[in-house]
């Protein structure tokens, strides 16, 4: 009983991550890239001034906006 109990499981973990594979794989294919223009000042005026004050200490101007992420969480 124990084993079938842990061969569910197992599948049913594997299964799950051949779903997420499936959907990042279609996810990313479908992500459109434009043309990188590099950020400038002039893009950050129409944000509020904290903001505004973030992208600037971290150093953002000057940079290719990120258009397309991938993050990786693990769960305990």
Do not use: C, H
């Amino acid at each position: 009983m124990i084993v079938l109990i842990f061969a569910i499981y197992s599948f049913a973990a594997w299964n799950f991550n051949v779903q997420i594979e499936k959907e990042m794989d279609s996810l990313l294919s479908q992500a459109k890239v434009t043309e990188n223009q590099l950020i400038n000042q002039q893009k950050l005026v129409y944000l509020p001034p904290p903001v505004q004050r973030w992208l600037n200490r971290v150093g953002i101007v000057g940079k290719e906006p990120i258009e397309v992420a991938y993050i990786q969480q693990k769960g305990k």
